[in-house]
């Protein structure tokens, strides 16, 4: 049996693995274990394309096994922090990631979020299910205000104004925004305030939602120094990568009463979330579902299949990332 010309990681919605079969003869994963370092590595030496996700440790030691077939790692995900970027380049691998697609689900997650963990809608729940609701009351669960607070925006690109947009839009709340990624002079037009500092951010905002990639100057951004700085009544928000915040940092902050309550998708050694998390109250923990609906996740297929498809015609594909 020939080697196939395009290996896919992880099972992807049907519409998508459909197309992936019929058009490139991939070879899926109908188990949907991750393939793990030695998988990876087969992968890499036997397929001219790894269809890969944000599960797949595609480590400099992945990358530079030796004997590598694959010419591109076609990402389903707009996040690459798994991918060492410098080794691809080196194997001389094309990366492609999925942008604008997962914006909105994004965006709508990061607000589930705002809302769920400031309304102790997680707490409620717990209550009623465990039987032990008696019923209303006055002073029963009073959550924060949402509507009006002012939202502190760390990374302003696509995702962070899609959140900005429905912040100040739905909830009538005043914007503050920290990007050092954009230039003076290109802020985008809207009703927002950029802030030169992440510390004016911190002291200011009612909420503070991130939305920066994964990068060495982002890791432990959000530190116990930083967390400090946040009001005691505020709130923390990460839909972007579990590195950016100090896990460790941030049980602590939340034991003490440092800060009132986060709400979380993505965690610093997925799929393990810090014991001290599971044990808070104040907090809404969600399994990394940022872009999971439907429409997203086959939207990101699709965009995969159209880098995927540009890459083995020999053409520069739309999203490329290195
Ligand atoms: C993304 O697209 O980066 C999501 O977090 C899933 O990888």
Redesign the pocket.
């Known amino acids: 049996m020939s080697a196939p010309a395009v290996v896919v990681t992880r099972r992807l919605p049907q519409a998508v693995e459909r197309e992936l079969a019929t058009r490139f003869g991939a070879r899926l994963n109908a188990t949907d274990e991750p393939l793990g370092r030695d998988g990876l590595v087969r992968a890499l030496r036997e397929a001219d394309a790894v269809v890969c ?3 797949d440790r595609l480590s400099a030691d992945v990358l530079g096994a030796g004997g590598l077939r694959a010419k591109a790692l076609v ?6 922090n ?1 991918i060492d970027l410098a080794a691809a380049r080196a194997a001389g691998l094309v990366v492609t ?2 942008p604008d697609v ?1 914006t909105d689900a ?1 965006a709508d997650c990061a607000m589930t979020l705002m809302l769920a963990v400031m309304r102790r809608a997680g707490e409620g729940e717990r209550e009623l299910r465990a039987g032990r609701w008696a019923g209303w009351r006055p002073t029963h669960l009073m959550g924060a205000q949402v509507t009006g607070k002012t939202v502190g925006i760390v990374g302003f690109g696509r995702i962070g104004r899609a959140m900005a947009e429905r912040c100040h839009g739905g909830f009538r709340m005043p914007v503050l925004w920290f990007d050092p990624a954009i230039p003076a002079g290109a802020e985008p037009a809207g009703p927002w305030t950029r802030v030169g500092t992440l510390d004016e951010l911190l002291a200011q905002a009612d909420v503070v939602s991130l939305h920066c990639p994964a990068t060495p100057e982002t890791r432990h951004l959000i530190n116990a120094e930083r967390l400090r700085q946040m009001k005691r009544s505020a709130f923390l928000v990460n ?3 579990g590195d950016v915040v100090d896990e460790a940092a941030l049980v602590a902050a939340l034991e003490a009463g440092v800060i009132a309550g986060a709400g979380l ?2 965690y610093e050694h997925e799929p393990r979330v810090h014991a001290g998390l599971l044990a808070l109250e104040r907090v809404v923990l969600l399994p ?1 579902l ?2 999971a609906t439907v429409e997203t996740r086959v939207a ?1 297929g699709m965009r995969a299949l159209e880098n995927l498809e540009a890459v083995l015609a020999g053409v520069p594909p739309r999203d490329r990332v290195a």
């Open positions: 996700t944000v599960t990402n389903v995900g707009v996040g690459f798994h990631n999925t997962l994004t839909t972007a990568r998708d993505v990394h940022g872009s990101m």
